[in-house]
C-alpha cells in the first residue's frame, strides 16, 4: 500500500525561484528517498536521507527529514526549465532476506518550471 | 555504472496473449530485483520482491499465477504477465538492488498496451 502522501500534487513556478514539495508517510523506516520522473520515463536517483539524519544537500537540492513529524521536504533551489518532471518520495525498510530497501512511493508532485 | 535495462521498451499485443519483460543490470550482480507497475499520472506500486534462485515475494492484491516473476541469474529477472487483459496496459518498472547497500537502480520502464 502507499503511505506517502505528497504535497501539492502540482506546482508551478518561474524559473529561478524556490520549489518545495513535502512527503508525510506512515510507518516507521530506515531510509527516504525522493526520485524524478520525466513523462514515460523511468526513475533518476536524487537523494537518500537515512533515518538518523535530518538534513542533505546536493547541489542545488537540499532535503529535510523529520522522524518524529514523519515528514520530508526536498527544495529545489533556483529551478530551471529541465526540472520539469515529477518528483517521488520513497520510504525504505531493510527487508530480511533482501538486499536493498523494500520501497513505497509517495503519489508524487508535478513540478513545471517556466521558462 | 549501475545501469539497469528492460526489454522491450514498449510492447502492444493482443488480450489473451502472454507477454515477458526482461530486466537486466548491465554492471553489476543483482541480488534482489523489484517490479513495479504504474498507472498515468499515479505513482509506482510494488507488484514483486525477487532474490536470485528464489521465489518472488508478491505483494497483496497482485495475482502470482497473472504475474509470473523468474530471477534466474544475478544480472536477470523476467515478468512474464500471462493471459493479458486491457486492464494490465500499464508502465512497469524493475529496479536492482546490488549485494549490499540501500540503494536501487532503475530500468528505464516497459509500457504494455494490451488491445
Known amino acids: 500500500s502507499q503511505q506517502g502522501e505528497e504535497d501539492p500534487q502540482a506546482l508551478s513556478i518561474q524559473e529561478g525561484e524556490n520549489a518545495t514539495m513535502n512527503c508525510s508517510y506512515k510507518t516507521s523506516i530506515n531510509n527516504l528517498q525522493w526520485y524524478r520522473q520525466n513523462s514515460g520515463r523511468g526513475l533518476v536517483h536524487l537523494i537518500l536521507i537515512r533515518s538518523n539524519e535530518r538534513e542533505k544537500h546536493s547541489g542545488r537540492l537540499r532535503v529535510t527529514l523529520d522522524t518524529s513529524k514523519k515528514s520530508s521536504s526536498l527544495l529545489i533551489t533556483a529551478s530551471r526549465a529541465a526540472d520539469t518532471a515529477s518528483y517521488f518520495c520513497a520510504t525504505g525498510r531493510a527487508g530480511k532476506e533482501t538486499s536493498g530497501s523494500r520501497l513505497t512511493f509517495g503519489e508524487g508532485t508535478q513540478l513545471t518550471v517556466n521558462p | 555504472g549501475a545501469v539497469v535495462s528492460q526489454h522491450p521498451s514498449w510492447v502492444i499485443c493482443k488480450s489473451g496473449t502472454s507477454v515477458k519483460i526482461e530486466c537486466r543490470s548491465l554492471d553489476f550482480q543483482a541480488t534482489t530485483m523489484f517490479w513495479y507497475r504504474q498507472f498515468p499520472k499515479q505513482s509506482l506500486m510494488l507488484m514483486a520482491t525477487s532474490n536470485e534462485g528464489s521465489k518472488a515475494t508478491y505483494e497483496q492484491g497482485v495475482e502470482k499465477d497473472k504475474f509470473l516473476i523468474n530471477h534466474a541469474s544475478l544480472t536477470l529477472s523476467t515478468l512474464t504477465v500471462t493471459s493479458a487483459h486491457p486492464e494490465d496496459s500499464s508502465f512497469y518498472i524493475c529496479?536492482?538492488?546490488?549485494?549490499?547497500?540501500?540503494?536501487?537502480?532503475f530500468g528505464p520502464g516497459t509500457r504494455l498496451l494490451v488491445l
Open positions: 529496479s536492482a538492488a546490488p549485494g549490499q547497500g540501500e540503494t536501487q537502480y
